[in-house]
């Protein structure tokens, strides 16, 4: 998700991380998968700062910077993870 919904494309899906989870959503409207994006979002979330920080960069291959959008790594996630409720 990160990688094509949020790399230097964003703008087709959207301007806030909300509408970009929503396009997420619309795209993959199938429930398995949505659900287990939030199942990844709260496993990862239990790490901490450091370690949470260390899985994200690998995952995002230097694409995707949440500093860029006023978040950090665990900022950003909780907003996805509200977004996909």
Do not use: C
């Not at 964003?10 to 970009?20: H, L, M, N, V």
């Not at 619309?26 to 979330?45: F, G, K, M, P, W």
């Amino acid at each position: 998700m990160i990688l094509v919904f949020f790399g230097q494309d964003f703008d087709i899906f959207g301007e806030t991380i909300e509408e970009i989870v929503h396009s997420y959503k619309y795209d993959y409207h199938d429930a398995d998968v949505v659900s287990r994006l939030r199942n990844q979002i709260t496993e990862v979330l239990k790490e901490n700062d450091s370690e949470l920080t260390s899985i994200m960069v690998l995952l995002a291959e230097n694409q995707f910077y949440p500093k860029l959008w006023g978040e950090t790594w665990r900022s950003f996630l909780q907003r996805v993870l509200a977004a996909l409720q």
